[in-house]
């Protein structure tokens, strides 16, 4: 059984503040649900919603993988890979769409 892809995603509120990574198969419907904070969630308590980091998988599995990966780094860790591939955190929602 071949799975659908995913993605792992890092969205935050401003540079250098504060992180969540999560993992979608539909990173464009996921990022506009965290802008829209309709439900009570960590994105909504901390108003992260400035999607500056992503990488896509062909298989969910290893999305999955990736982002507990992740979620296990150092802050100083996520924020290199940010710096890295975004160094001004710019907003990356509009290249998505």
Known sequence: MIEKGGWVYIV???????LYIGVTADLVRR????RSAERESFTKRYWVRRLVYFERYEDIRDAISREKQMKKWRRAWKVELILRENPAWDD???RIL
């Open 92 to 94: 990356l929602y509009e």
């Open 12 to 18: 935050t509120d401003r540079p250098d503040g504060t």
């Open 31 to 34: 990022i506009s649900e965290h």
